[in-house]
C-alpha cells in the first residue's frame, strides 16, 4: 500500500541522542552533571497526589509568577510555556516561516534550527563563523534579505559560546524590519552569561526570546521552555500551540524554583565556581581551552579528540561531546558543573590524555 507522507519528512534522516546515559558522568548535553538539591527535589514531590496528576495542566499559575520573577515590566500576556525550548523552536519557526524563504542563523549553532526547518521546507542560510571563533556581523547583515522570514541568535551561541554586544543586535533588528522578518534570540544558557536581551523582547514588535529550564534550572527531564514577546505575536503562537504540551509537573518544579530563590543563587554560584576551578587547573597542566560563556568549555586534548572522547566513555563512563569537522574540530566540549563535578573529569582527562 502506498500512503502519503511529507515530502520533508520522507527525506529527513534524523540521528537522535544516545540512550542509557544514566550509567555515566554526563558533560556532553549542557545539562547539570549533577541535579538539583535532593531535599529540595523530595519536598517538591511530596506535593504530588492522585488527584494532582488526575487534572489537566494548567500553566497560568506558574506563568502569572514567572512574569514577576523576570521583572522588567514582564506581563502574562508576554510569555507561553513550551514543552522545552525545542517545542518553541518549532512553534516559531511554524508561525513565522515561510516555506521556500530563508531563515538566517550563523553556523555551527544548535542543530534543531536547521533540522525543523528542513521538516518544514523553510530554507537554511547558515552564516559562517571566521577561523578565529568570531561572526562577521556585516556577514550576518548581509545574509539578511528580501526573502529572509526570520533571523536566529543564541546568546551565547552554543555551541561556539559567543555573545552579541546590543550595538550587533540592534542592526540586525534594524534590518530585519526593514524586510519584515521575526529575530529569535535564543537565551538557552541565560544565567552562565547575565546579560539578557529581554528588553528588545518587549519592546520592539518583531523579536521573539526563548528561555529553557533544561539548562541552569536543571530540570531537563521535565521539559519546560518559555517564549518571551509582544502580546501579538504571542497569540499567533498559542494559536498554533498543542493544548496541554507541558506537563503539571514540570510547572510545579518550575514554581517551586522561583519561590526558592537561593537554590538557584546556589546553582549560579556552584557552575561558577566548578569553571574557575577546571580552567585554572587546565591552564595549570598546559591545556589550551576556551571559557564559553555557557555552562561548557572547549578543551583541545593533547591526543585526537574523538579518540580521547571514547576512551572516556568507555573506560572512565565519562560523556563529553567531540567534534570533527570545521573551526571545532581536534576540540571537546564539556558542560560544567559543581567543582566536585569538575574533579572526576578533570582525573579522568588528565589520566586519559596524558597517557600512550
Ligand atoms: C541553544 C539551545 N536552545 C535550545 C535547546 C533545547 O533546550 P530544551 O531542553 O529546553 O529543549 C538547547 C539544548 O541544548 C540549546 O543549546
Request: charged share 30%; net charge negative.
Amino acid at each position: 500500500m502506498k500512503v502519503y507522507i511529507d515530502e520533508n519528512i520522507k527525506k529527513m534522516e534524523r540521528i537522535f541522542p544516545m540512550q542509557g546515559r544514566y550509567d555515566y558522568k554526563r558533560y556532553d548535553m549542557n545539562e547539570n552533571p549533577e541535579g538539583l538539591p535532593k531535599t529540595f527535589v523530595d519536598n517538591v514531590l511530596k506535593e504530588i497526589t492522585p488527584e494532582f496528576l488526575s487534572i489537566y495542566p494548567e500553566p497560568d499559575k506558574f506563568l502569572i509568577k514567572y512574569a514577576s520573577f523576570l521583572g522588567e515590566g514582564v506581563k502574562y500576556e508576554n510569555l507561553l510555556t513550551t514543552n522545552g525550548s525545542d517545542t518553541a523552536i518549532r512553534y516559531v519557526l511554524q508561525t513565522f516561516g515561510e516555506k521556500g524563504k530563508d531563515v538566517v542563523t550563523v553556523a555551527p549553532s544548535f542543530e534543531m534550527y536547521w533540522v525543523n526547518c528542513m521538516l518544514l521546507g523553510l530554507n537554511h542560510v547558515p552564516v559562517q563563523y571566521e577561523e578565529d571563533w568570531t561572526i562577521d556581523i556585516n556577514k550576518l547583515l548581509n545574509a539578511i534579505t528580501e526573502n529572509t522570514r526570520i533571523v536566529v541568535l543564541l546568546n551565547p551561541n552554543n555551541p561556539v559560546g559567543n555573545v552579541y554586544t546590543e550595538d550587533e543586535l540592534e542592526k540586525v533588528i534594524e534590518k530585519t524590519k526593514k524586510v519584515g522578518a521575526i529575530v529569535i534570540i535564543d537565551e538557552a544558557y541565560h544565567y552562565f552569561y547575565d546579560k539578557t536581551f529581554l528588553k528588545y523582547a518587549l519592546e520592539e514588535e518583531n523579536v521573539i526570546l526563548l528561555r529553557t529550564f533544561s539548562k541552569l534550572m536543571s530540570l531537563a527531564a521535565c521539559r519546560l521552555g518559555v517564549i518571551i514577546s509582544n502580546p501579538d505575536l504571542i497569540h499567533y503562537v498559542k494559536n498554533l500551540r498543542l493544548t496541554f504540551d507541558v506537563n503539571s509537573i514540570a510547572l510545579l518544579f518550575a514554581e517551586r524554583l522561583i519561590d526558592n530563590p537561593e537554590v538557584i543563587e546556589d546553582l549560579i554560584k556552584s557552575e561558577k565556581d566548578g569553571k574557575k576551578y577546571m580552567l585554572e587547573e587546565l591552564e595549570k597542566n598546559d591545556y589550551w581551552c576556551r571559557d564559553c560563556k555557557g555552562n561548557f568549555v572547549f578543551i583541545k586534548p593533547k591526543h585526537d579528540a574523538k579518540d580521547i572522547s571514547d576512551r572516556l566513555e568507555k573506560e572512565k563512563k565519562i560523556l563529553v561531546h567531540p567534534y570533527s569537522k570545521g573551526i571545532l574540530k581536534d576540540y571537546i566540549r564539556v558542560s560544567v558543573g559543581s567543582v566536585d563535578a569538575m574533579k572526576i573529569f578533570l582525573d579522568a582527562f588528565f589520566e586519559i590524555d596524558g597517557d600512550k
